[in-house]
């Protein structure tokens, strides 16, 4: 089995966060969705500082899987410099890595 990663992206809208976790999870490029509404993102974006709100993407899916869930979201996002950031699960339940392999196959 491959290593299980959490995949983080934001989002200025509920609609589009919902929209990219149809296509990602039909596309068998994740596992799982999860969005995290309204949180506040602050940055600097064009010498400017900018305060946000966003919705959060947490998205479940495969090491092998990256680079294709990668390309995906850049297809796809509204943002023209997305936030795509891959964090390695250290520890996982077997049966959930089950499912997750299962799940994209």
């Known amino acids: 089995m491959d290593e299980l990663i959490i995949v983080m992206t934001t989002v200025s809208s509920r609609a589009v966060a919902l929209e990219i976790a149809k296509i990602v999870v039909e596309e068998k ?15 600097i974006w064009e010498g400017q500082l900018c305060v946000e709100s966003e919705q959060l993407l947490l998205i479940k899916t495969l090491a092998n899987h990256y680079q294709a869930l990668e390309s ?3 297809s796809v996002h509204p943002y023209s410099e997305p936030e795509i950031i891959a964090i390695p699960a250290i520890a ?3 049966s959930y890595l089950q499912w997750v392999t299962r799940s994209l196959n």
Request: hydrophobic residues 40%.
């Open 29 to 43: 490029l994740a596992a799982c969705v999860q969005v995290i509404p309204d949180l506040t993102s602050t940055y």
């Open 72 to 74: 995906k979201l850049r």
């Open 92 to 94: 996982c339940s077997s």
